[in-house]
């Protein structure tokens, strides 16, 4: 009986000691302000950064789409007239398919 409950006291003191220990690693410190503004200040400038990579890269494909367009109206006009012709037939023939691919989903998933 004696043997029993020593190791039933030692179960118990052991786990008491994890129970202490996994505490210990749930409950971390809170943050003081002077870290937070850090993490911001540094959030903020990988967001402006990465807005500004992205800007120049928007300008820069921006400006080779309207070089090849300007490239295109003088130098092959014919080719920029047929170009606008078959944008203006085929935008209305694709936006109906797309609209009626859109309402077979919405009735599939209505059932």
């Not at 409950?5 to 994890?18: E, F, G, M, N, P």
């Amino acid at each position: 009986m004696t043997n029993h409950k020593d190791a039933k006291d030692k179960l118990l003191s052991r786990l008491q000691i994890d129970w202490k220990q996994l505490d210990q690693l749930g409950s971390q410190p809170a943050p003081g302000k002077a870290s937070i503004k850090e993490q911001l200040a540094m959030a903020k400038a990988e967001k402006r950064k990465a807005f500004y990579k992205e800007l120049s890269l928007f300008i820069t494909f921006a400006l080779l789409i309207l070089t090849v367009l300007i490239t295109i109206v003088f130098k092959a006009p014919q080719i920029f007239i047929w170009t606008q012709v078959l944008s203006l037939v085929a935008a209305p023939i694709i936006f109906l398919v797309l609209n009626k691919r859109r309402a077979k989903e919405a009735d599939f998933y209505e059932r």
